[in-house]
């Protein structure tokens, strides 16, 4: 399982997509989630602003993404 690493208390899921590397522009990953190839914590989620927290993890074309929380050394 891959990991992306937060500092604030959440990231919303299209950022999510983004910094995990997964689409290029916000605009591929709100079309990616309407369309319902997204989960979060294993459930399909629409919405391109659901707040994603550290220990939450979304899935998208077989790649599991955990959201981890920043360390002060990262």
Known sequence: ???IKIKDEFIKL???MK???LVDEGADAKTQIQEGKVKV???VDVRR???LYVG???S???TDIKVEKKSCSD
């Open 1 to 3: 399982m891959e990991t």
């Open 14 to 16: 299209g950022q999510a």
């Open 19 to 21: 910094l995990a590397g």
């Open 41 to 43: 914590n294993g459930i």
């Open 49 to 51: 602003g659901k707040k």
């Open 56 to 58: 939450d993890v979304f």
């Open 60 to 62: 998208f074309k077989g």
